[in-house]
Structure formats: C-alpha cells, structure tokens
C-alpha cells in the first residue's frame, strides 16, 4: 500500500495480511524500498518497544534514522498561543 492515511484507506484487509507476512517472511528482501530516505521519530514521551520496534523496520527498509527525544536531550517544544 503506498499512501496509508486512515484505516478507511484499506479496502483489501486479507491482500494486506497477505502483504504485511510477506514482507515479515523476508525482513531484509526489501532494503531498496526505504534507500535514500530518512525517518524522522519525534517521541514527547519514553516509549523504548516503539522506538526499537519503528528503528529496527527502518533499518530493515534501508532508510536512515532520526530520533528526537523532547525534554530528554535539551529540546523543548513551545505550546502556548503565538509561540
């Protein structure tokens, strides 16, 4: 599925299930798909599964990785009106 937005953007659940163990079935068959592209993760909160889980697929696509951890690692994020 190239553009998934919304669950309502599904219209073959089985041909996804299809795809999605295929893909799994092979973890690195699939490395061109993510070349010369970067992932960006913005994490507000400490989520160690999601982080390695998203990265670890990243990796396995060939796309490089950028992690931003708000609060932790200097940054913070403004959120009052006019900011």
Same mark, same amino acid.
Request: no cysteine; proline share 0%.
């Given at each position: 599925m190239k553009y998934f937005t919304s669950a309502k953007?599904? /219209?073959?659940?089985?041909?996804?299930i299809r795809e999605a163990l295929m893909l799994k079935s092979d973890a690195h068959g699939f490395s061109e798909l993510g070349k010369h592209k970067t992932l960006g993760m913005l994490f507000f909160n400490s989520s160690l599964r999601t982080r390695?889980? /998203?990265?670890? !697929? !990243? =990796?396995?696509?060939? =796309?490089d990785i950028m992690v931003m951890n708000i609060g932790s690692e200097g940054w913070a994020l403004e959120f009052e009106d006019g900011a």
């Open positions: 953007d599904v /219209t073959n659940v089985n041909g996804l390695l889980s /998203t990265q670890k !697929a !990243a =990796m396995n696509l060939g =796309m």
